[in-house]
């Protein structure tokens, strides 16, 4: 691809993204309540767990502002990735209705066209309250001022954001073979989700490999964090700064799934 061609398609982008937006913005009250509901019901996520803390003191050994550390990195990443990869998701239905047959005629990029198809702005209240609860546990551990720890706060979030936005890129690509795909998609985006709230080395063995082999959260969240909050177990600087890039990678391979799946689609016929 041409430096020229990737200035268009990234102009074109931003160009259905503004639509996306300004439709959205059309109902401005209606906006800032889906804002608020969001920001609202993840909050109460997070009460979940300062009840359990509240009630426990730690868990193994890890205190509730370092858990907030695990919390505030995933769930930004993941209201990133929610944010922009609604196209994906509305995959199978497409594929159902017929309607993706016409994405493949358009004379654009598929995943491009996908990408601008709608920007969830709603999804800022989930951001918001994981960089409020992050800035939280930033002050209750004394982290200060420090450009490589926030270097690394930004990078282990983009590369979370990459992991969440590539699992439903495959959840798209499972769709050319069975449009029942949704549930096992949510098991690893929702339920990824969940996991990255807490300290991976507090699950079971066969757990932290899958999701540190196969699923590289704890790459893109645990070892960073680990390094963040200055934790005895952090592995070297370097690790610390490579590990993010874990997720750009998976990112990297689903696109080259998505690809391999295009190229067997054969419609529906409709």
């Given at each position: 691809m041409s430096l020229s061609q990737f200035a268009?398609?990234?102009?074109?982008?931003?160009?259905?993204?503004?639509?996306?937006?300004?439709?959205?913005?059309q109902y401005r009250a209606s906006f800032l309540m889906l804002v608020a509901g969001t920001f609202a019901i993840s909050f109460l996520e997070f009460g979940a767990v300062w009840i359990m803390f509240d009630r426990f003191g730690h868990l193994r050994g890890w205190s509730l502002a370092e858990v907030a550390v695990f919390y505030g990195l995933v769930n930004s990443g993941f209201a990133l990735a929610e944010a922009t990869s609604r196209g994906f998701e509305h995959v199978?239905?497409?594929?159902?209705?017929?309607?993706?047959?016409?994405?493949?005629?358009?004379?654009?990029?598929?995943?491009?066209?996908?990408?601008?198809?709608?920007?969830?702005l709603r999804r800022v209240g989930r951001l918001g309250q994981g960089l409020l609860v992050l800035g939280w546990a930033w002050q209750e551990l004394g982290l200060g001022f420090n450009p490589a720890r926030l270097g690394l706060?930004?990078?282990?979030?983009?590369?979370?954001?990459?992991?969440?936005?590539?699992?439903?890129?495959?959840?798209g690509m499972m769709s050319f073979w069975t449009t029942e795909a949704l549930e096992i998609a949510n098991c690893l985006t929702h339920g990824g989700n969940f996991v990255g709230q807490y300290p991976i080395a507090i699950y079971r063995d066969n757990f932290r490999r899958f999701f540190t082999w196969i699923v590289p959260l704890a790459c893109v969240t645990y070892y960073p964090a680990l390094a963040i909050i200055g934790h005895t177990d952090a592995p070297v600087s370097l690790n610390s700064w490579l590990a993010p890039l874990a997720g750009f990678a998976f990112l990297a391979v689903s696109l080259r799934l998505w690809r391999f799946g295009v190229r067997h689609y054969r419609s529906t016929g409709s």
């Open positions: 268009n398609d990234a102009a074109l982008c931003c160009r259905l993204m503004s639509v996306s937006m300004r439709g959205q913005m199978p239905e497409a594929i159902r209705s017929g309607t993706f047959d016409r994405v493949l005629l358009r004379p654009r990029s598929i995943v491009l066209q996908l990408l601008g198809q709608e920007l969830q706060t930004v990078l282990a979030i983009l590369g979370s954001a990459s992991l969440f936005y590539a699992l439903s890129v495959l959840q």
